[in-house]
């Protein structure tokens, strides 16, 4: 019998089509959304201000709104701007309305000066070669001294600006006490003046500082001996939301100029360094 032929039969698949890839789109949707749920939850769970933060980001996020967190100072107020110079030149022309009533005018005007500075209202008290407003050598405001002094301190015990003063000397040096020097006696002229002018109108916290410098900050550098340079210099400062306004304790002690710590930083210094010890103990 003859072979039978041998009969291959090949079967064609056909596979499916290409799907693309709307699957990784759905996908990503669907992360996008659980991620967004869980940011709520987040939200919903958080403290007030972080609340408050995330939002005025979103509201103004160049930082300028008024919401926290999209302030420049992060404390959600708009800061508070510095008077303008015409207020300070206007302050100015008021002292020197009340200034006018003094009966020795003639006397003081040439040793009284007020200038408008980038610091505030600058108020020099000029002594002379006789003595104006401090005797020779003494830390004692005189007549003409108290006089003035009162005047100044009613008037600028109305703003609401604070106050710093500062002494100077001239560069000659003081004779008498070994243990005394300019320095002493720059800050206790400044501590007099202080001491009288909140007795005689300026409120207890509008003094911010009381420095003595002696013959540091000369007013004639060319005539270190100059009596211009022995003076009494009252600074009306701006106002501002600066926190940061550098402090020094108002001591009647003598030696007060000399920059010394006072006994409360002298206890933080040594706590501090105490817990320090402490924790190096613990460890």
Known sequence: MPTPPIIIIKKKRDHGGHHGGAWKVAYADFVTAMMALFIVLWLMNSSKPIQVAISGYF???????????????????????QPAK????KLKEELQKSIQSINDLDKLKKNIEITVT???????????????????GSSALNLSGR?????????????????????????KPFTGKSS????????????????????SGLRHDQISQVRGFADQRLRNVKD????????????????????????????????SGEGKPSAGTKVETETKDKDDEDKKDEQ
Do not use: C
């Not at 015990?157 to 710093?164: L, T, V």
């Not at 005394?180 to 007795?199: C, F, G, H, P, V």
């Open 86 to 89: 015409q207020d300070m030149a």
């Open 224 to 255: 270190p001996l100059d009596p211009s340079n022995r003076r009494i210099s009252i600074i009306v400062q701006y106002i501002s939301n600066n926190t940061e306004e550098a402090k020094i304790p108002v001591e009647d002690a003598k030696g």
């Open 59 to 81: 509201k103004d996020p160049s930082g300028t709104g008024k919401q926290t967190g999209s302030s420049v100072t992060g404390s959600g107020e708009t800061p508070t701007p």
């Open 118 to 136: 980038p610091e505030g209202l600058r108020i020099e008290l000029l002594e002379s070669a006789g003595g104006t407003f401090f005797d020779s």
């Open 147 to 171: 006089e003035i002094a009162g005047l100044l301190a009613a008037e600028l015990g109305k703003a609401p600006n604070r106050i710093s003063l500062e002494g100077h000397t001239d560069a």
């Open 180 to 199: 005394y020097s300019n320095w002493e006696l720059s800050a206790d002229r400044a501590n007099s003046a202080r001491r009288l002018m909140q007795q």
